[in-house]
């Protein structure tokens, strides 16, 4: 069984500032991946970053980036230089043998 | 490249009624699933499939049933619609050839059972 647990449901942040959200997860699978998606109002669900859990170095993708601590399982997403196009849900989420599992979300405000 | 392809994008249903809900994929992708999108409750599985002919349940599948024919379509039928049905549903599908790269998410249907 996997779990993925988001423990804010939500957060805000200045824009301009860092933000972190958190994530953990739970799993027995050796080849598991996590996620993290955007879901704007939209309610498209979009790609965010991702990290491959067998590898220690943290993914990043611009102003986005993990901090992964495996040890922990941890999983937390760090926005840098927040903008207002940032707020949104967000999606921490888990994958081995290829079901998806998500943790409840966290609804990000950006403040002007 | 459209990518995975969800119809309709809003629906009505009376209590009792049946309906499918469409998905479609194009980037010949052997997983496929169904997923259901509640306040607070972040998105559940509903079902899903690893290729054409093979599908199971996930973690909500009490209500709903699923063929996979061909690898391009995974539709959802809800037998006899309930209002605690009222949800949105997205259909997403990924390879294994790049699981790495997540999964790609159709834009959603919101169905409302009244």
């Known amino acids: 069984a996997q779990t993925v647990t988001q423990s804010q449901p939500e957060m805000s942040v200045q824009e301009a500032e860092t933000v972190t959200l958190s994530c953990t997860y739970d799993?027995?699978?050796?080849?598991?991946?996590l996620f993290w998606y955007k879901q704007p109002p939209s309610r498209q669900m979009i790609l965010v970053i991702r990290?491959?859990?067998?590898?220690?170095q943290n993914a990043t993708e611009n102003r986005f980036s993990v901090n992964f601590q495996k040890a922990a399982k941890s999983f937390s997403l760090k926005i840098s230089d927040s903008q207002l196009g940032d707020a949104a849900m967000y999606f921490c989420a888990g994958a081995g043998s290829y079901q998806l599992t998500f943790g409840k979300g966290t609804k990000l405000s950006v403040i002007p | 490249n459209a990518g995975v392809t969800q119809t309709p994008k809003f629906q009505v249903l009376k209590t009792g009624q049946s309906m499918t809900l469409q998905c479609a994929q194009d980037?010949?992708?052997?997983?496929m699933s169904w997923y259901r999108q509640d306040p607070g409750m972040g998105l559940r599985l509903i079902h899903y499939s690893v290729g054409a002919g093979i599908t199971d349940q996930g973690e909500v599948p009490n209500g709903y049933n699923v063929s996979r024919s061909t690898t391009e379509d995974f539709p959802l039928r809800l037998l006899s619609a309930a209002p605690s049905q009222t949800s949105v549903y997205f259909c997403?599908?990924?390879?294994?050839?790049?699981?790495?790269?997540?999964?790609?998410f159709g834009s959603g249907t919101r169905l409302t059972v009244v």
């Open positions: 980037m010949n992708h052997e997983y």
């Open positions: 990290q491959e859990a067998y590898k220690q």
């Open positions: 997403a599908s990924s390879t294994r050839r790049e699981f790495n790269y997540g999964y790609t």
């Open positions: 799993t027995s699978e050796s080849d598991y991946y």
